[in-house]
């Protein structure tokens, strides 16, 4: 699966999901993530990954940074987490999209470290780097959710 670091998650279903984040469950009631990312294998990998982390949060899983847009306007998230780099609009377009109307905390993952600096001065609330560490998505999940 392109863009997953197997030698620090090493998560292979949704049982080895649950079993890593058995302790470190979010409790979200009522909350709504919207997950942005193109490549369908690691889409579904995140999307597994945030049930667990945060099991009450309905979660929206788009391919790019305009479906969400309409996502966003047909029902907001507290949270969105968006790959960096996709098609039609990028998630560097979508932040800043998104920052026109709204203050929901923006997550951006990229392999391309470089990029960071520039989601920062674009408003982004964090960044994280691929290969992704599961660890560091829950982190940054439990920190971004409203309480």
Do not use: C
Request: glycine share 4%.
């Amino acid at each position: 699966m392109h863009g997953i670091d197997h030698k620090h998650t090493s998560i292979s279903s949704d049982m080895l999901i649950n079993q890593r984040f058995n302790n470190h469950l979010w409790s979200s009631t009522d909350m709504r993530i919207l997950l942005v990312e193109d490549e369908p294998d690691v889409r579904d990998y995140l999307r597994r990954a945030l049930r667990h982390i945060a099991p009450e949060a309905e979660i929206e899983a788009v391919a790019d940074g305009s479906l969400a847009l309409d996502a966003f306007a047909r029902k907001p998230a507290d949270l969105v987490i968006s790959d960096f780099h996709m098609p039609h609009l990028d998630g560097l377009k979508l932040l800043q999209a998104l920052r026109d109307d709204s203050n929901v905390p923006v997550l951006i993952i990229s392999a391309d470290r470089s990029v960071e600096h520039r989601v920062r001065d674009a408003g982004g609330s964090g960044f994280i780097s691929k290969p992704l560490a599961l660890n560091e998505l829950r982190a940054a999940v439990h920190a971004l959710l409203p309480k």
